[in-house]
């Protein structure tokens, strides 16, 4: 009952985005002006709150560490292995294999198994450092437009993106988040980010469900990407076995770690990339992959429930 609490939500939205777009209930450029709401100016917001809040500590850095080189190695994978995996995908599919979206699946299952604190929340900051700070920088620079290294060099650090980072950051650092949750502004602060961010996991489901479409001539090309995916994390679980066997000795942290590699590409991936994107069959490539790598999730989940609860 817990997972169908958690996935329900995530399925309807993904449905009521899909019936839109066959309904005509919702233009494209009505689609992508939403998106241009989340990216540009409720993503930083949310980015600014994350790392303005994190915890962070010197005895989980080797872990956040080691999860931020396995998200960075994963894209450089996938550039390598394009033959395989399409090479008509291959100028976005790399992005596809890194990050996992923690907030809206992995952390709300993995409470329903443990029940108490997450410690997927450690793994989410390294795809927060991959997603909001090395893809942009990594998009910005594969652009087909040749820019001068100057005028790239502005726009990487204008972006709203690293702009929240480099605020949420110094709003850490120097104590003023403790300070302001500790006051008498803690409802007001914790109002203005809950109203101004409450939207986006929806809208992103959405735009997801909107723009999901098999396209069985790129199926196979999909399945394999998939299975790249599955294959590559399963040696990030067993990496985890090797460098922290005192962590994994911890039944909650082992859960955690075998949950977590198995969810799918963050939601907002395809909107990190939009700017590789070639066409709409880009974005239907890179929706329905999301979707349907939830299917593994499920298994996954499934079977952690049967072996831990």
């Given at each position: 009952?817990a ?6 939500p ?5 449905g ?16 992508a ?25 010197l ?9 931020t ?6 894209i450089i994978l ?6 395989f995996t399409?090479k ?12 996992v979206?923690?907030?809206?699946v ?26 909001f700070?090395?893809i ?13 290294k ?24 120097t104590g ?31 735009v997801?469900g ?11 090309a ?17 990496g985890f ?10 039944q ?5 770690v ?25 974005r ?26």
């Amino acid at each position: 009952m817990a997972a169908l609490t958690t996935l329900a939500p995530v399925f309807f939205m993904l449905g009521l985005g899909y019936l839109s777009r066959l309904k005509g209930w919702i233009s494209p450029d009505q689609k992508a002006g939403a998106n241009t709401l989340v990216f540009t100016v409720l993503f930083p917001i949310l980015i600014f709150n994350l790392l303005g809040s994190a915890q962070l500590q010197l005895e989980t850095a080797a872990v956040v560490a080691y999860v931020t080189l396995a998200f960075f190695l994963a894209i450089i994978l996938g550039r390598k292995l394009t033959g395989f995996t399409g090479k008509g995908q291959g100028h976005f599919s790399p992005y596809l294999l890194s990050t996992v979206e923690g907030g809206a699946v992995a952390l709300p299952l993995y409470l329903s198994i443990v029940g108490q604190s997450s410690n997927t929340v450690i793994f989410d900051l390294a795809g927060s450092i991959i997603a909001f700070l090395i893809i942009p920088i990594l998009v910005a620079g594969a652009s087909e437009e040749k820019k001068p290294k100057a005028q790239l060099a502005k726009e990487v650090i204008s972006h709203p993106f690293v702009v929240a980072i480099l605020l949420g950051l110094l709003f850490n650092f120097t104590g003023l988040y403790a300070w302001v949750i500790q006051s008498s502004l803690a409802p007001l602060y914790s109002g203005i980010i809950n109203t101004a961010t409450g939207p986006i996991l929806g809208t992103i489901l959405f735009v997801l469900g909107y723009d999901f479409k098999v396209d069985f001539q790129t199926l196979k090309a999909m399945l394999r990407l998939m299975s790249v995916r599955l294959v590559y994390y399963g040696l990030v679980i067993l990496g985890f076995f090797l460098f922290f066997p005192t962590y994994m000795a911890n039944q909650n942290f082992l859960i955690a770690v075998l949950l977590y590699f198995m969810c799918p590409t963050g939601f907002a991936m395809p909107l990190l990339i939009d700017e590789t994107f070639k066409g709409e069959e880009d974005r239907a490539y890179a929706a329905t992959f999301i979707s349907l790598y939830m299917l593994v999730t499920i298994v996954v989940y499934t079977a952690l429930v049967f072996i831990f609860v």
